[in-house]
């Protein structure tokens, strides 16, 4: 089977596909991966085919408009601003979207992306199916991941997930035209089209286990939760200078805000430094999009590195609370603070202090020194690391990849 598989976003939000397509491809499908040029390298060695989507995550959000996402302090601002920093560059999505549904025959969506590969989907007669990271779909158990953690009650949970899909079609409502006008595809009411899925049992699959977020109950069929996907890792061992530095001590603390930005690196790295060497611990800084760095012999600052190699050979993991971050911590079985910084990364954290892998949340925006020097402190500590390994045991007898090959089965026997 010709298998499109469509992300977007930052690395964070492609970087499960490339694990996922690499399953894919043992098990004898084609698999070609849409996204942005940067992530073509994630696919080394992994089989997967890649097509190029326009527009550069990294640079829309250092720029002015995408700083001004750090002026928001809701859930709901943050998410107005990012929809007006997608609405940009979903456009010039579609003539490659477009061509890669014709050439396959089935597309897997994002969430991300998904009004509009949907779309694309049914105006080109191809079945879809979503893969989702975050659970996007409506329940009385949690309010939307976009909002936050503060429940709005049974009513107002659901209400807020309308509120949400509604805000994402506005990204893609001139990109739908153009489908129409440039492309000759039929014309579609996103609000409508989802409906109509919705009543057919559209299946959508999501990329977390069950052990951090449990199924809720009141989810229709067709909504699973199959496992994680863990990201292909093109590169099989850990830089030279990587390796020196974690042999000539106790294991350190790794630091890092992934694909996540924030305001004034310089002041962030300080105050890092300063909680770590208050902590007398050493630390490894991953520079990421936020630009962290430091110097000095108890500390080193590298750039991307796999997480599947690095995190298990840490003390405990600063970082953004990203859902695949979140994931590749869980994974490692080493504990964590998180420091939500946008979108989903609150829901996730509250998670990870829900499961008992991470003493508590230290949002950016109250972010100082004494503080992340005190949680880091906690964090590694027994109970901490003992709760994390378990849990990691526990994700270890899971296979994601095996319900979506499953799932595929299903669809080209109908």
Not at 147 to 162: A, C, D, K, M, Q
Not at 242 to 271: K, N, Q
Not at 292 to 314: E, K, N, Q, Y
Not at 378 to 395: E, F, G, Q, S
Request: a positive charge; one cysteine or more.
């Amino acid at each position: 089977m010709r298998i499109a598989i469509m992300p977007a976003g930052s690395r964070g939000d492609v970087a499960p596909y490339t694990g996922l397509g690499a399953g894919l491809v043992r098990a004898g499908h084609e698999v070609t991966l849409v996204t942005h040029c940067g992530f073509e390298p994630l696919l080394a060695g992994s089989g997967v085919r890649f097509r190029p989507l326009p527009g550069d995550p990294r640079a829309k959000l250092h720029s002015t408009r995408g700083r001004g996402l750090h002026r928001s302090r809701t859930g709901a601002a943050k998410l107005l601003r990012a929809i007006a920093l997608a609405r940009s560059i979903a456009p010039e999505m579609t003539l490659p979207l477009v061509r890669a549904t014709r050439d396959a025959d089935v597309v897997l969506t994002a969430g991300s992306v998904a009004p509009l590969a949907c779309a694309i989907a049914e105006g080109c007669s191809r079945p879809s199916m979503g893969l989702f990271l975050q659970p996007l779909h409506g329940t009385r158990h949690f309010p939307p991941p976009m909002l936050g953690t503060r429940s709005l009650g049974p009513l107002g949970n659901r209400i807020g997930r309308h509120a949400v899909t509604a805000a994402v079609d506005r990204v893609y409502t001139r990109a739908v035209r153009i489908l129409a006008t440039e492309h000759g595809l039929p014309p579609v009411r996103l609000s409508g089209a989802r409906r109509v899925r919705e009543r057919q049992g559209w299946p959508v699959l999501h990329g977390f286990s069950e052990v951090v977020v449990p199924r809720p109950r009141d989810w229709r069929p067709g909504l699973d939760v199959c496992g994680y996907w863990w990201p292909h890792d093109a590169d099989r061992r850990l830089p030279p200078e990587l390796e020196d530095f974690l042999a000539s001590g106790p294991a350190p603390v790794y630091v890092g805000l992934g694909s996540a930005t924030a305001p004034g690196p310089r002041g962030l790295s300080a105050l890092v430094v300063s909680a770590l060497r208050t902590a007398r611990l050493r630390g490894v800084i991953q520079h990421g999009w936020a630009g962290l760095s430091a110097t000095g012999d108890d500390m080193i600052t590298l750039g991307d590195v796999p997480h599947s190699l690095l995190f298990p050979r840490m003390a405990a993991l600063v970082h953004h609370a990203g859902a695949g971050t979140t994931g590749a911590a869980l994974r490692a079985g080493v504990p964590c603070v998180p420091v939500p910084v946008q979108f989903d990364a609150s829901f996730w954290a509250s998670r990870l202090v829900r499961l008992g892998t991470a003493p508590g949340v230290v949002p950016l925006r109250r972010l100082d020194a004494a503080a992340l020097g005190s949680a880091i402190r906690k964090a590694v500590t027994d109970p901490y690391r003992d709760r994390a390994r378990h849990i990691a045991r526990r994700l270890a007898e899971e296979d994601g990849v095996a319900p979506v090959a499953a799932a595929l089965e299903r669809l080209a026997a109908t």
